[in-house]
């Protein structure tokens, strides 16, 4: 008989609506032979804040799991032994938190602490640089990540407690280089914090850096994504040797989990996605050298909105028919040998040294991310990514080339794309209110002090955070709690305020841009605004970014802001134009707000758009509310939504006259 490699953990992202709604797809999907679980967080959650926080409003169960407590920790894993389980949280700002409620729910279980597998994101810089769900500055939350790495390394031997995470730095328009010298400088400035602190000495240091993990992304370009992952076993084993002088095969060994691209999936001809994600999976398990250990894959209409429970088991059987059908995991490096091979990795390494250097002379990558450097790199990368696409020099089938299509019965009917109910977040509420009030105050109380006085001392919080998980302590408290100690934090946006004279294609835009600032005797000013916990920057920072190209005055201030403070940036600063950039599915509710308190402050004659993840049926209610244009992924042309933006400012601008 021949013999098989042992297949990749398989696993899907999941996570929405409630805990208990959320613990049935697990065990459905557990039960259709995935073999781990990946715990997507609602976006309070992320952030440490409870489900009725004012900034929670319309994000609670939307992006994931809402998660204020151990009891909702307990629901989402009830009849799922933990201690058989290998379970990934994606969780970062919070990450010792939720690690802590999941370690209180074990030990409920009766679980053994040891036999815990699995893995804490817990991969702070990338958030300042992509996903937005930092909550501290970085020397705090470098601090915390640290706590959690010194904790399981001494009590949880079988967790990773970093997933060193550069799936979102590609999300945010990374080259390959960037996401290989990105990546690796962050795990450098997570190893050398340890290092530093003097609390992992020796053959602890060498169980510290063997703990670390990554998790990665793979886009179209396959081949080059698979130098890609052979380029970070290599750069890995150089670090490991010459920084950390780590010479066991074991601990300096490249582990890592991957999502393929969802960046690339497109809301024109979607059922094109499911061939993009094959594709990309193999990119990241046809190199035995460089094989993920774990592979989560997003559904093919994941740009339409939420995936139903069949979406994610289309991609889950896709895993399995490659892992189980085909004779791959029969051989040895299909590539070892190959010139060309050979030559794109080289290629790679020594690029991603180059930057690496570099970032290293700035004095490290938390100096890169508070100088705004690697922030600008992104935004720029990304900004040539979708220049190429709407010049049609990089193809996208369906989008710039061989548009005509047969309408999809895959995207009609009733229940096509999965939606939150609207009572959720009440319900949400109701139980958090309710578990407050039943709850022991004054141990509490005791647990809150407790936590404080470690964070204050210096002392690691994860056990204090263990016993507040216990008490009954909210997600918001123990977040409260930490920003007292603590603050917090607005990331540089990267968004440079120098035009570019170099852009295509946008000569006509910029002589209406002069025009209508001529009628309106002053430059055209554009507000574009995230309102709620969405830290998915990407859009906004391109239509800013080309925005300002076009010649107009740019008004941006990142992410994370209340309706309330958007509406007032547009009072003060007098602007002509609002932008809403939503992706989390909480547009309704949140523009909603915005145009309400719009109103109520006399600006209806400034008109709003609108651009996400926008269902036809939402679009045609944003615009009841009277937004003037909404726009999807499927909107990819910048230069026409600029063109769009002039016309409505020039037309609400002639009504008011």
């Known amino acids: 008989m021949v013999l098989r490699d042992k297949p990749w953990l398989f696993r899907t992202y999941a996570g929405h609506s409630t805990a208990a709604e959320s613990n049935k797809l697990y065990r459905s999907n557990l039960a259709k032979g995935q073999t781990g679980l990946s715990v997507a967080f609602d976006l309070p959650t992320q952030t440490g804040y409870d489900s009725d926080h004012a900034l929670a409003r319309g994000e609670v169960g939307k992006v994931g799991v809402p998660i204020s407590h151990l009891g909702d920790m307990r629901t989402l894993f009830q009849g799922i032994p933990l201690a058989e389980m290998n379970t990934s949280m994606t969780i970062n700002a919070c990450a010792a938190w939720l690690l802590s409620l999941y370690i209180a729910t074990a030990d409920e279980q009766g679980a053994d602490r040891a036999k815990l597998q699995g893995t804490t994101q817990n991969d702070i810089i990338k958030e300042y640089l992509s996903r937005g769900t930092y909550v501290f500055p970085p020397a705090p939350s470098m601090r915390l990540t640290k706590d959690t790495i010194i904790f399981t390394t001494e009590h949880l031997p079988r967790w990773n407690p970093m997933n060193v995470c550069s799936y979102h730095l590609q999300e945010a328009g990374a080259t390959p280089v960037q996401e290989l010298a990105f990546a690796l400088a962050n795990a450098i400035a997570i190893l050398d914090t340890v290092k530093k602190s003097g609390e992992a000495e020796g053959a602890v240091f060498g169980e510290v850096v063997g703990r670390i993990s990554f998790f990665v992304n793979a886009g179209m370009r396959f081949i080059t994504e698979m130098c890609k992952m052979r380029a970070f076993v290599d750069l890995w084993d150089e670090i490991c040797v010459n920084r950390y002088g780590i010479t066991d095969a074991k601990q300096k060994l490249f582990r890592y989990g991957v999502q393929v691209n969802s960046l690339g999936l497109t809301e024109q001809q979607p059922e094109n996605n499911v061939y993009r994600i094959l594709l ?141 109910p609207e009572g959720v977040e009440a319900e949400q509420i109701a139980r958090l209110q309710a578990w407050r009030e039943a ?219």
């Open 280 to 420: 990309e999976m193999l990119a990241v398990t046809l190199s035995k050298k460089a094989r993920a250990r774990a592979v989560q894959l997003p559904a093919w209409n994941e740009a339409l909105g939420l995936p139903r429970s069949f979406d994610q088991q289309w991609s889950l059987r896709m895993q399995q028919v490659v892992a189980y059908e085909t004779d791959l995991l029969e051989y040895g490096d299909i590539f070892d040998g190959s010139t060309e091979i050979a030559k794109k990795v080289e290629e790679l390494k020594a690029e991603a040294r180059a930057e690496l250097a570099q970032i290293e002379a700035m004095g490290g990558a938390v100096a890169a991310i508070e100088n705004s450097y690697m922030k600008q790199q992104l935004v720029e990368s990304n900004t040539r990514r979708l220049e190429a696409i709407e010049r049609g020099d990089q193809v996208v089938v369906g989008v710039n080339r061989w548009t005509e299509s047969e309408p999809s019965p895959l995207t009609t009917g009733e229940g096509a794309i999965l939606t939150v």
């Open 439 to 657: 709850r022991d105050a004054k141990a509490v109380d005791a647990a809150l002090a407790a936590l404080k006085s470690a964070a204050q001392e210096g002392r690691n919080i994860m056990e204090p955070s263990i016993v507040c998980a216990k008490a009954g302590v909210t997600t918001g408290e123990w977040g409260t709690c930490l920003r007292e100690v603590f603050g917090e934090y607005r990331a540089p946006t990267g968004v440079g305020r120098a035009a570019r004279v170099d852009t295509q294609g946008l000569e006509e835009v910029r002589k209406n841009v002069d025009a209508v600032s001529e009628k309106l005797g002053r430059r055209i000013k554009f507000l574009v605004g995230k309102p709620g916990l969405d830290g998915h920057s990407n859009g906004a920072e391109q239509i800013a970014v080309r925005a300002r190209d076009c010649g107009m005055e740019v008004v941006y201030e990142g992410i994370r802001l209340t309706p309330a403070e958007i509406v007032n940036a547009a009072l003060e600063e007098s602007v002509h134009v609002v932008g809403l950039s939503i992706l989390s599915g909480s547009h309704v509710p949140l523009v909603r707000d915005v145009m309400e308190r719009m109103r109520a402050e006399g600006l209806s004659d400034v008109p709003v758009v609108v651009g996400g993840i926008i269902p036809p049926e939402d679009e045609a209610q944003l615009k009841g509310f009277g937004v003037a244009a909404v726009y999807t992924p499927k909107n990819f042309e910048l230069n026409r939504i600029m063109a769009d933006i002039v016309t409505i400012v020039d037309r609400e601008a002639q009504k008011a006259a």
